[in-house]
């Protein structure tokens, strides 16, 4: 009676905290891309906001065009930074000349674009100095005469329009070599020789960092990517001191300014809180103030969100799959349909997974990014084990007692929760373990559509080829994987499993 109340009580407590959180005003959200100069320019556009006594909030480091661009559809962000060759060539996928024109179709979209920040960020092909004057390269179609070279693109290069496959294809490149890696590591792999090529952001401190050569784009493939703000138009309306405020930038940033910030970001590890306050109040005098949590109080953070990952999916997963795992177990015929389809759900790689449910979750009135695709992500991925695990030790029960029971005339319910899950519950609990570490390890993951966690200090640790914030997040993560198993171990010889059993 008493764990009863107990599990009524936390579910009250949960529905309440989601009442009054519901009930704040909502911040207006600024989004930024998974790479360094997206991230401080987010910095800079949300501390422009408070300036301006608006309130909003940073979720930094989600992922690619394509997961911003969705998620600014669908409402989940307002704001973010993104280049006219991006908007031209990815997202709108015509050739638009002008910001008037480019407006013209972004409106269709309820999207609105602002005048230029004031620099040019373009894409790039870069290889070491010395290599290039060894092989006598200058130029992108001088790399036509060396097919043995290795490759090495960022991912979305890899399939973007005016990435890999345009290139390829204008310059007549016959590379066999070519291999997907993230942007960041893929300096690390140039440096080492495990490539040799690889796409460049312009800007990006790197270039000089790395003793780079950045080739001549002769045959005039990429375009200009000019970085400006996008936002939604419906934001702007409901309170127009979100376009004045934000208009201040145009024209502030020039190439070497945001070359520098990269710089200090990624070669002086200053943060971007940091940078961004410092280049405000340079360029505005506006006295703009920052907090820089400390290293506690930033794995506190963490833990806070990383555990509520876990306990929510993996509660929620508990009360859906134990009932499946036992329909299993008595309906032969439906359980071979929920086996297979708990079954197929785990073999879907995570990360797709998440991208993938950014649609479904918007046309239910939920949103794409943030809490809710992680935690439907992470109950989905839980299933499997415990439904397993179930319908496994049900199963093993002897027909013995199976008969024994049947003969004294005892209920199907009684039969049940009195004799067959009882027996059952080692098997189960072994489940629900294996999917309590599993959760702790995909819950990094979730920092990648903006739910925060372990991950996301690993992420940003990956970005600045920063080890120790990348140790921040994983060996916490470590051990609170450890801790779930030990805890439910303790549960188990405690008082969960009767004395016989064990």
């Not at 092989?135 to 005016?162: A, T």
């Not at 914030?469 to 499993?497: M, N, R, T």
Request: contains cysteine; proline residues 5%; hydrophobic residues 45%.
């Amino acid at each position: 009676m008493k764990k009863n109340i107990f599990i009524f009580s936390l579910i009250g407590q949960v529905f309440l905290f989601s009442t009054l959180f519901a009930a704040t005003e909502r911040p207006i959200i600024v989004g930024s891309k998974k790479f360094t100069e997206s991230v401080v320019l987010g910095e800079i556009i949300r501390l422009t906001l408070d300036h301006h006594k608006i309130v909003a909030r940073h979720k930094k480091e989600l992922g690619g065009t394509r997961l911003l661009w969705n998620a600014m559809l669908a409402g989940d962000i307002d704001v973010y930074p993104e280049y006219t060759g991006t908007i031209t060539e990815e997202i709108l996928q015509k050739k638009v000349e002008s910001l008037e024109q480019i407006n013209s179709e972004l409106a269709k979209f309820g999207i609105g674009a602002l005048p230029p920040l004031g620099f040019n960020n373009t894409y790039a092909i870069g290889m070491k100095q010395n290599l290039a004057h060894k092989l006598l390269i200058k130029n992108i179609s001088d790399l036509s005469g060396h097919p043995e070279l290795k490759l090495g693109w960022g991912e979305e290069f890899l399939q973007r329009q005016d990435g890999w496959p345009g290139l390829k294809k204008r310059y007549q490149l016959p590379h066999r070599f070519v291999r997907g890696l993230d942007h960041d590591i893929g300096y690390r792999a140039l440096e080492t020789g495990d490539i040799q090529i690889m796409d460049l952001y312009s800007t990006d401190a790197e270039i000089a960092y790395y003793d780079l050569l950045v080739l001549k784009d002769n045959l005039n493939y990429f375009p200009r990517y000019d970085a400006l703000i996008l936002y939604r138009l419906d934001q702007a309306e409901k309170n127009p001191e979100i376009f004045k405020s934000l208009k201040t930038l145009s024209g502030q940033i020039s190439e070497n300014e945001m070359v520098e910030l990269n710089r200090q970001a990624k070669i002086d590890k200053i943060p971007p809180q940091k940078l961004a306050a410092n280049f405000l109040n340079q360029k505005f005098a506006w006295g703009v103030e920052f907090k820089s949590a400390n290293r506690r109080e930033r794995i506190l953070l963490r833990s806070k969100e990383h555990l509520m990952l876990v306990f929510l999916s993996l509660f929620f997963a508990i009360l859906v799959a134990i009932p499946l795992g036992i329909m299993a177990a008595k309906m032969p015929l439906l359980g071979r349909g929920i086996l297979g389809v708990v079954g197929i759900i785990q073999t879907i790689p995570a990360l797709a997974l998440l991208v993938v449910l950014i649609r479904p979750l918007n046309l239910l009135g939920l949103s794409g990014i943030g809490d809710t695709p992680a935690l439907v992500s992470l109950f989905l991925y839980s299933l499997l084990p415990i439904v397993r695990s179930t319908h496994s030790g049900l199963k093993q029960i002897s027909p013995i007692l199976k008969d024994t029971a049947e003969v004294m005339g005892l209920s199907f319910m009684t039969k049940l929760f009195r004799i067959e899950l009882p027996l059952a519950l080692p098997s189960i609990l072994s489940g629900i373990k294996i999917s309590a570490v599993m959760n702790v390890g995909f819950a990094t993951l979730g920092a990648l559509v903006g739910a925060g966690g372990y991950g996301q200090p690993i992420l940003t640790g990956i970005r600045l080829d920063n080890y120790g914030l990348i140790l921040e997040g994983a060996i916490p993560a470590a051990i609170l994987a450890i801790l779930a198993q030990y805890f439910f171990d303790y549960c188990e010889k405690s008082f969960l499993v009767s004395p016989g059993l064990k």
